[in-house]
């Protein structure tokens, strides 16, 4: 998505997706809809409102089309889906959205546990995705997500030449951009810039969103670190809620209120307002009644310095 010259950092909200699929009770639909509502009246500019995957699979998810739906009739909101496959691209097509992210695994054992596809097959399926889209659908973005890229529980290091290889890979195969994601919570400052500085070397304008996980605390400390090497789209997910069921131990990703908090307190305009953002977690409470929700500005308020960031003359 291209950033309205409003903002400096467009914060890209994926509670709905990242953290409800990974919470064993499923959010009624109503109450997904008044959440997604709210969110976006908080001025939240794009929300990834869910997944398009067998509802056998994660029964949390059966209701993307729905969501969708409404999400569209929201004012300057900008709708995504993740698709794990051309069978969920097809149907996230069809149900009209914006953008959709390709989780693409760049550790092949966890590739083969979150989406069971070898490399190559993964690869297929997003060249035809590609051809869907360009046959069909030329107005809809696809993104590449590579997951697992800074560390992998499962294989554990992964080498930053694999990460930028299939991310070139998948700049030919036609997709629009591609982000980089701290799945398991692994990734460090020094690693971060050290990944995005070769990502936008290497693929220029395709260089898109960083994604991080909060697991081991570092989550801020990365988004600080993606800041400084030129990133301007960051995955976030109310109340901190999240992680990859198919990562054993990874939990949370980072806290959207918290981000606000850090970005407008370092003079970076993200459009959101804060009081508005932390009374949307209503909704997510009485959805997920006992479902912890995290993050420090909720519970300590902003500070009498704060104060929005403005534009930059």
């Known amino acids: 998505m291209e950033h309205n010259s409003d903002i400096d950092i467009l914060i890209s909200e994926v509670g709905p997706r990242d953290g409800l699929q990974s919470v064993k009770a499923t959010m009624p639909t109503a109450l997904?809809?008044?959440?997604?509502?709210?969110l976006a009246a908080s001025g939240l500019?794009?929300?990834?409102?869910?997944?398009?995957?067998?509802?056998?699979l994660l029964p949390q998810m059966a209701d993307a089309a729905e969501l969708v739906a409404h999400a569209l009739t929201l004012p300057n909101l900008f709708v995504t889906a993740l698709v794990p496959n051309f069978k969920g691209a097809q149907a996230a097509f069809e149900a009209g959205v914006h953008k959709i992210t390709m989780p693409i695994s760049v550790s092949e054992?966890?590739?083969?546990a979150n989406i069971r596809r070898t490399h190559q097959q993964a690869f297929d399926e997003v060249r035809n995705v590609v051809a869907l889209r360009n046959a069909r659908f030329p107005e809809i973005e696809i993104e590449a997500g590579l997951s697992t890229v800074f560390g992998c529980t499962i294989q554990g290091e992964v080498p930053d030449d694999d990460t930028i290889r299939i991310a070139l890979l998948m700049a030919e195969l036609g997709v629009d951009e591609i982000g980089l994601a701290d799945t398991v919570g692994y990734a460090n400052p020094t690693q971060v810039r050290r990944l995005?500085?070769?990502l936008r070397r290497e693929l220029g304008a395709k260089a898109g969103s960083a994604h991080f996980h909060n697991t081991r605390g570092q989550g801020l400390a990365n988004v600080v670190a993606a800041l400084e090497v030129g990133v301007t789209t960051l995955d976030a997910s109310q109340g901190g809620i999240g992680g990859c069921p198919y990562a054993p131990g990874a939990s949370g990703n980072i806290v959207t209120e918290d981000?606000?908090?850090?970005?407008?307190s370092m003079g970076l305009r993200t459009g959101v307002d804060i009081d508005r953002l932390v009374a949307a977690r209503q909704w997510l409470q009485q959805g997920?009644?006992?479902?912890?929700?995290?993050?420090f500005i909720p519970d300590a308020g902003v500070g009498k310095n704060f104060s929005y960031a403005k534009k930059a003359v």
Do not use: D, M, N
């Not at 997904?32 to 709210?38: N, R, T, V």
């Not at 500019?45 to 056998?56: A, D, L, Q, Y």
């Not at 054992?109 to 083969?112: G, I, Q, R, V």
């Open 32 to 38: 997904k809809l008044q959440w997604i509502s709210a």
């Open 45 to 56: 500019r794009e929300i990834e409102i869910g997944s398009f995957v067998s509802p056998k």
């Open 109 to 112: 054992p966890h590739s083969l």
């Open 196 to 198: 995005f500085t070769r």
């Open 259 to 264: 981000l606000v908090y850090l970005l407008e």
């Open 288 to 295: 997920l009644p006992g479902e912890p929700l995290y993050g």
